[in-house]
């Protein structure tokens, strides 16, 4: 099992910043892909962006330049820093940790809220 707990939602402003945290605990070991998936009410969760364990990454189009997720080994930490936000940013951030063997398993964390608005 792989426990997943974010942090650093909130509201800003459009054109501001924020940087979301996801710890994580457990059988890590295990982990090939994390990443932040993107929810809002009646629309399916969306992948934001994922980095994989060798350090390589990818991003959805709508926020390639503005956003980058990172991860510190050390503490076990994934990070999704987010500048030049817009309204449509907006949205509850997952965090998610997914095993591929010897079969496909996600792990979700609870999610943190993202309100961007003047």
């Known amino acids: 099992q792989v426990q997943l707990v974010e942090s650093g939602g909130g509201l800003v402003q459009p054109g501001g910043s924020l940087r979301l945290s996801c710890a994580a605990s457990?059988?890590?070991?295990?982990?090939?892909?994390m990443g932040w998936y993107r929810q809002v009410p009646g629309k399916q969760r969306d992948v934001v962006a994922t980095i994989i364990t060798g350090g390589g990454t990818t991003y959805a189009d709508s926020v390639k330049g503005r956003f980058t997720i990172s991860r510190d080994n050390t503490k076990n930490t994934v990070y999704l820093q987010m500048s030049s936000l817009k309204p449509e940013d907006r949205g509850a951030y997952y965090c998610?940790?997914?095993?591929?063997?010897?079969?496909?398993?996600?792990?979700w964390g609870q999610g943190t809220q993202v309100t961007v608005s003047s």
């Open positions: 998610n940790a997914r095993r591929t063997w010897p079969r496909t398993v996600d792990y």
């Open positions: 457990g059988s890590i070991f295990s982990i090939d892909v």
